[in-house]
């Protein structure tokens, strides 16, 4: 690497680290100030407060890499053209291909270091911080987390197990109750094909009632909305393990066991491919805000640059969002919900460096 691209690389680096420490303080204001108020009645000691705030930065830094990543080419850039550093590299015949390189390979290493922490460091922090926001802080009974295809617990009236919860939807498929005498010997078993969470309660399908008595099994039939389930859906939710709380391998086993099982699974495979989708945002805004901040300058100055920056930020976070939920619908392919707007902004890039004013 040349002394000029170790230059622009380091300096890049320097304005990211910067940008990340700013965006991760002003995500970490704004989550304290939002969340703090639900839990003050319960009167936390501030070591658990600190402790959950602490654990939930490592997600907090995931998710602000792409955006440090696109202020850290702009302020770059910005400096360099204010400095006229710009001027003198094209006069030395460097193109905006040979300006975006150095930029570039940073962010690429840093999206795979990216890609590497949310492996490693995210699910076990993002588990231990939901433990300590449900027992520490809102001291609820610790009654375990369960992966995101299936849940058991205890009810008033046995135990309940759940095939499948669909928290976006609020629907549950296939549910079974466990019913038994006070020696713990299985006395009924009902099992509902699915239900829908509406207008405050919940409604079911029909299903069947089993009654065991001996040896004896007799079968009744349950019509549809007679059988009753009091389970608040948040609490159904707060049971449940979050894709962020699984690793990329751990949620690629649970997607094939659902498929096994003969379970929908389009929601989860959108949150498998983000996972490899989200760490390269960083890099494929990098090249694409080069020539956008380079071609914006020469015409209006630096302050045309930075709106264009927002509205590549802004865009994105769109575009993603509106992306991500048709993949879970179903309307579109859960890899291409996930890789789409990554592929969106990789083709405005190649566009922009193979035309006139991006040379």
């Not at 303080?25 to 839990?39: A, K, P, Q, S």
């Not at 910005?78 to 006229?84: E, S």
């Not at 669909?166 to 009902?190: C, K, N």
């Not at 264009?308 to 991500?324: D, K, Q």
Request: glycine share 6%; net charge positive; with cysteine.
């Amino acid at each position: 690497m040349s002394i000029l691209s170790r230059y622009l690389a380091r300096m890049w680096f320097g304005v990211f680290v910067t940008a990340m420490c700013a965006g991760a303080g002003v995500y970490l204001i704004i989550d304290v100030f939002d969340r703090v108020g639900e839990v003050l009645q319960f009167s936390p000691s501030s070591t658990a407060l600190v402790s959950y705030f602490l654990f939930k930065l490592p997600k907090i830094l995931f998710d602000v890499f792409p955006a440090a990543c696109l202020l850290a080419t702009l302020v770059s850039i910005g400096r360099l053209m204010r400095t006229h550093e710009i001027v003198a590299m094209r006069a030395c015949g460097m193109s905006t291909r040979r300006i975006a390189l150095p930029l570039a390979v940073t962010a690429l290493v840093l999206s795979i270091g990216a890609l590497l922490w949310s492996e490693a460091v995210v699910p076990v922090s993002a588990t231990r911080s939901r433990w300590l926001w449900d027992v520490e802080l809102k001291q609820k009974v610790y009654r375990g987390v369960f992966d995101a295809a299936s849940l058991w617990f205890e009810s008033d009236r046995g135990f309940v197990h759940i095939r499948r919860y669909d928290a976006g939807a609020r629907t549950i498929s296939g549910l079974a109750l466990y019913e038994a005498d006070p020696e713990f010997r299985l006395q009924r078993v009902t099992e509902i094909d699915s239900m829908t969470y509406s207008d405050g309660r919940w409604v079911a399908s029909a299903g069947v009632v089993k009654d065991i008595h001996g040896d004896d099994l007799q079968v009744h039939a349950l019509a549809a909305g007679q059988f009753v389930l009091d389970e608040d859906p948040e609490n159904l939710t707060a049971r449940k393990r979050q894709p962020e709380e699984f690793s990329f391998l751990e949620l690629r086993r649970l997607i094939a066991q659902m498929k096994a099982r003969g379970l929908a699974a389009d929601d989860l495979l959108v949150d498998l491919h983000r996972k490899l989708a989200w760490p390269f945002a960083g890099f494929v805004v990098t090249v694409l805000a080069v020539p956008v901040a380079l071609r914006a300058g020469r015409s209006a100055g630096l302050a045309r640059g930075t709106v264009a920056g927002l509205v590549i930020g802004f865009s994105y976070w769109i575009l993603t969002g509106l992306a991500l939920s048709a993949g879970r619908t179903g309307q579109i392919s859960p890899p291409l919900a996930a890789w789409a707007t990554n592929l969106i902004c990789a083709v405005l890039a190649a566009s922009l460096y193979v035309s006139r004013l991006a040379r």
